[in-house]
């Protein structure tokens, strides 16, 4: 059995011809199931329904009993407020719907769509539609909304209140449907219409911290019910939400039976009589306590998330080509290489724009790097732009110095301009040639901090490591060079090189500036960010923290409140900055991080009520 | 009475100073109640807290019985997620609210701060202290989330689920307290409390669309329940989102009793039992059914938000001065008056940054208009910026050219190094001068139509006017010069004029190109963007539709049909820009046209289910 169960799943590997589908009509038992992980845009509603139908065919042809879709496959998933600016798309997913019904032979289908509520304009029921022999046999629709929705869906998706109507029988068998993943209140109801197997359809957001959760969560729903219970889910990226897909399939005892793949579109079959069922990777990390550098258990995971993410921006907004600046450091190498296994090696340039405090090294390494991915690859220097905008600049400023007071003795303006003559270069090419984007490269580290340039090394469509931390990025560089086809296409004088902008000299040692230097050591940083996002430790748990870092490096207890306070100014100061960061990956969460612009006026330390008595005093003399 | 109401009111329109003080202490009846509609701080515990300290000194030296603030007043609203950045936020709230406690006396205060819950980390109420006599006497908590919250309220804030603690009695009065204004479920329980009047502390971004029924809902519940009701609003704006204010107080019939201003903090006194009150205009328009150029009556609130929220914005976040291109176009100059007037005109820096295309007309339009508001001015051509881009540009284009097809036969790449240009300038300034932030002068009806330059016109660290329409904008204008002190400070060209950008000559007239001629009339563009946010059409409906424009100008069906493909086509183009567009100011709704950048895709026009059957018969022969 185990040499058919994986040649069977060779075989779903692979496109579906009709010799593919032949033989598995020859391998598969009788009541099989086709799970059908797919991959929706957003409001595009003929591109889902030609893929919905595609896999109705495949399971005809393959003689399956069932398929299942995600929850709102036909509109996709997330709409936000999509149904308001064009109110006809829940009526045209209807009109998709019905025609796919009547195409639908002895196969069961469960379709999720939107349908609208009777007398209540603008307000839709998330619904799964069962569909055999032509017809919608039956509607189920979503009863519990997520409490902490983090896509507004209240505003359009409504309850459906009558929990008795959960149940379908197909074959003999009777299924009881859930639509969307909650803490399913109505469970009780739908065991009371006895079913011999629970399915749940939903497209779930990935958030690294909730995942395993999750499926304890469904875990314990099946053991609860003693039945067999199905989760299919939505795979792939709108803006920068992640869906992973990983549909999970526990047997009647409660235990695992079959899991689909991660970040990858895919049609899964199980068959719980025949035992068939596969258990794919879940790529998830094991759960770190403490802060470490180990970063190897969760790097396919972060490179599969990146490249769906980018893969499913470009396809879906139209874009097909990316440019962007190769300055020879650790962030645009990370997104070149990204980019190339993303959109393919021909669809983008790497301009190296030198300027004259751009090292030899970091030139030849550009180059090296785009003739290692087989990118496209051009030099352009700055030199021109830059001094005529200096010469520009040096005008105005003595006007406008005449009027404003100050001005800073030592500024970034001179660093700055040769990052935003980078930028003019990309979005130059951006205007010329058709579909287009070009890609912002700053990393989570730095966007925290505010150390990137606006109109410079910020800029761009699309910034597809933006929530990752630099040492990560430094172990993904390691990770890629092991792992891709095409090994150590990343220069190792890259990833041993110090990062740093190279846009100004640091007057101590005459080299270029080193971020390090002018922040903290990037070890030190990245322990501080993941202290706050995942032990929500204030600045004095932080100081009272042994750090990583301190364990191989001494430091006095004022470097270290030195850098905490460096790190708090830079991070309240960069809120703005983020505000125009172009969309990104949500790597590890979701969008758990949300912070007023104008909330930079925040005290992070604490103050005791002995000072605050004395401030408040003088209003009460 | 009324000369002493009047003469009341002059009194607390101005600073309390020991003087007003006194004479209000002599004016005031005893029993007589203080609204503190405050601006705070999102996140500035100390800053609230001063000023909440202010506010209850002042009413203790006038003799107050009570001093109402709104919800959440010690923390801001809304806080997102900056509780789990900052766990020790709360701590700290409850340490200033102690402190605040000590130092009340007879006067009663209602403060509104967050409280955390016990054995529930990362979970809070929002509540509101009854503070007196150096105690807190009593906490009232928030029992309704809204269903809708768009801030995300449910992540930190629990509601609470005991309902029959919400009074408190003062001088031989029982109050009724509601924490947030929702449609309550808890006001049968507050009124078995038999209160002698209602309170409601709130924080509620502002939505033109729903402030009258609000306004309705607490008319409904002061008549039902037969006891005058106060309710107390935050004002000021958090990022985009506006609070109004406009705190509102009804008498025991249920008739308006007194109403405090729009989009300004405010101390009012009430006292139901001396008629004391006063009602203040709430500035909001008549509903419109149909779209109308004219905007008279919506003039006032539009500048007086737009005004709040650039204040706001910059006071908030620490900026003092704005930079911005003055182009001696109509958004620019909109900008500029709006920045003189919340900022003052010396923290408003104009640039005129003429290319070979601007006319001479702009350029001394431009002046004229810096000349009559008093700000800055510089000149700096953009010349030579333009002509060194555009030789580096060439070279680089043909090595990109020699490896990637589709290089567009007419490009707006040399348009937009126009546009960049000037932003390097403003960026350069900001670089180099403290406290300054350049400013994206686009408007909405561009932004809708992704009509602005990335890194150009649509760059900045704020977009005042980026949720204000062409039309709308020209009638500010229009009003601005009649009723800002200064009247006709913009001058008349400058409005007779027919915007364009002035990035490129139109080969049919010679002259600069004009935006209608690129896209459409203006007139024509706004009631498509009027209809989709209030009618809720659909492209079906736009074609059916008599539009204004059509009233007076003759236009074909195809003629139409094809400015809204244009229209549809643009915007959904235009989603990726504005996901970089900055923060703005929400004029007239808050979020609800959210919509997934990857959902470009979506079809606008309706088709067939014989066009869908045919579609999907590929997939079943």
């Known amino acids: 059995m185990t040499d058919t169960i994986e040649k069977f799943y060779e075989l779903t590997e692979k496109d579906f011809t009709p010799e593919t589908e032949q033989e598995l009509r020859e391998l598969i038992p009788s009541g099989s199931v086709g799970i059908a992980q797919i991959n929706p845009s957003a409001g595009n509603i003929e591109y889902n329904s030609k893929k919905v139908a595609k896999y109705i065919r495949h399971a005809q042809n393959i003689g399956l009993d069932l398929i299942i879709f995600p929850e709102m496959v036909l509109t996709g998933f997330p709409l936000e407020d999509t149904t308001g600016r064009y109110p006809t798309l829940v009526e045209e997913n209807v009109k998709w719907l019905n025609q796919i019904a009547k195409i639908t032979t002895k196969t069961t289908a469960l379709v999720g769509f939107i349908e609208p509520v009777k007398d209540k304009a603008g307000k839709y029921y998330s619904a799964v539609a069962v569909l055999s022999c032509g017809e919608?046999?039956?509607?189920?629709?979503?009863?519990?909304?997520?409490?902490?929705?983090?896509?507004?869906?209240?505003?359009?998706?409504?309850?459906?209140?009558?929990?008795?109507?959960?149940?379908?029988?197909?074959?003999?068998?009777?299924?009881?449907?859930?639509?969307?993943?909650?803490?399913?209140?109505?469970?009780?109801?739908?065991?009371?219409?006895?079913?011999?197997?629970?399915?749940?359809?939903?497209?779930?957001?990935?958030?690294?911290?909730?995942?395993?959760?999750?499926?304890?969560?469904?875990?314990?729903?099946?053991?609860?019910?003693?039945?067999?219970?199905?989760?299919?889910?939505?795979?792939?990226?709108?803006?920068?939400?992640?869906?992973?897909?990983?549909?999970?399939?526990?047997?009647?005892?409660?235990?695992?039976?079959?899991?689909?793949?991660?970040?990858?579109?895919?049609?899964?079959?199980?068959?719980?009589?025949?035992?068939?069922?596969?258990?794919?990777?879940?790529?998830?990390?094991?759960?770190?306590?403490?802060?470490?550098?180990?970063?190897?258990?969760?790097?396919?995971?972060?490179?599969?998330?990146?490249?769906?993410?980018?893969?499913?921006y470009f396809g879906?907004?139209?874009?097909?080509?990316?440019?962007?600046?190769?300055?020879?450091?650790?962030?645009?190498?990370?997104?070149?290489?990204?980019?190339?296994?993303?959109?393919?090696?021909?669809?983008?340039?790497?301009?190296?724009?030198?300027?004259?405090?751009?090292?030899?090294?970091?030139?030849?390494?550009?180059?090296?790097?785009?003739?290692?991915?087989?990118?496209?690859?051009?030099?352009?220097?700055?030199?021109?732009?830059?001094?005529?905008?200096?010469?520009?600049?040096?005008?105005?400023?003595?006007?406008?110095?005449?009027?404003?007071?100050?001005?800073?003795?030592?500024?970034?303006?001179?660093?700055?301009?040769?990052?935003?003559?980078?930028?003019?270069?990309?979005?130059?090419?951006?205007?010329?040639?058709?579909?287009?984007?070009?890609?912002?490269?700053?990393?989570?580290?730095?966007?925290?901090?505010?150390?990137?340039?606006?109109?410079?090394?910020?800029?761009?469509?699309?910034?597809?490591?933006?929530?990752?931390?630099?040492?990560?990025?430094?172990?993904?560089?390691?990770?890629?060079?092991?792992?891709?086809?095409?090994?150590?296409?990343?220069?190792?004088?890259?990833?041993?090189?110090?990062?740093?902008?190279?846009?100004?000299?640091d007057p101590n040692t005459g080299k270029p500036l080193c971020a390090e230097d002018a922040l903290m050591p990037y070890e030190f940083m990245d322990e501080v960010i993941w202290r706050l996002e995942n032990k929500k430790e204030s600045y004095d748990d932080l100081l009272k923290a042994e750090f990583l870092y301190e364990k191989t490096h001494k430091i006095t207890k004022e470097q270290k409140a030195q850098w905490l306070d460096k790190f708090y100014r830079r991070m309240a100061g960069a809120l703005y900055k983020g505000s125009i960061m172009p969309p990104s990956v949500d790597v590890d969460s979701s969008l758990h991080h949300k912070q007023p612009i104008t909330s930079s006026g925040i005290n992070y330390k604490s103050i005791s009520e002995n000072e605050i008595a004395e401030i408040l005093s003088v209003y009460f003399q």
């Open 136 to 312: 919608i046999k039956k509607i189920i629709r979503k009863c519990v909304l997520p409490k902490n929705s983090e896509f507004n869906d209240f505003r359009y998706i409504e309850p459906f209140t009558d929990k008795n109507q959960n149940s379908f029988e197909i074959n003999e068998k009777v299924y009881g449907i859930i639509v969307g993943l909650q803490i399913p209140d109505n469970i009780d109801e739908i065991m009371k219409e006895n079913p011999d197997g629970l399915i749940i359809c939903d497209a779930n957001p990935f958030c690294l911290k909730t995942e395993i959760p999750k499926s304890e969560l469904l875990q314990q729903i099946a053991q609860k019910c003693s039945k067999p219970l199905i989760y299919v889910n939505q795979v792939g990226a709108t803006d920068s939400t992640t869906f992973a897909g990983a549909s999970i399939v526990y047997n009647t005892g409660g235990n695992l039976f079959a899991r689909a793949k991660s970040f990858e579109e895919q049609f899964m079959i199980v068959n719980f009589e025949n035992c068939l069922g596969k258990v794919y990777p879940d790529l998830l990390p094991k759960q770190k306590e403490e802060f470490s550098l180990d970063y190897d258990d969760d790097m396919e995971r972060t490179y599969k998330t990146i490249i769906q993410g980018i893969k499913d």
């Open 316 to 505: 879906k907004t139209g874009f097909k080509r990316a440019v962007l600046g190769l300055s020879g450091g650790l962030d645009s190498t990370v997104c070149a290489v990204l980019l190339a296994d993303a959109l393919g090696c021909e669809n983008v340039f790497g301009i190296s724009m030198p300027s004259k405090i751009t090292t030899q090294t970091s030139k030849s390494d550009a180059e090296q790097l785009a003739a290692n991915l087989g990118i496209n690859f051009a030099v352009a220097p700055i030199k021109d732009m830059v001094e005529t905008s200096a010469n520009c600049f040096n005008q105005l400023f003595e006007k406008v110095e005449s009027k404003w007071e100050c001005r800073y003795k030592q500024s970034y303006t001179m660093d700055n301009i040769q990052a935003r003559s980078r930028a003019m270069y990309l979005w130059g090419i951006s205007n010329e040639f058709g579909s287009c984007l070009p890609i912002a490269t700053s990393d989570k580290s730095e966007a925290y901090m505010g150390y990137a340039t606006i109109n410079g090394d910020m800029s761009g469509g699309f910034a597809p490591i933006a929530n990752v931390t630099k040492t990560k990025l430094f172990a993904l560089a390691r990770w890629m060079n092991k792992n891709r086809e095409d090994k150590n296409a990343i220069p190792e004088s890259i990833i041993q090189k110090r990062p740093g902008a190279e846009l100004a000299i």
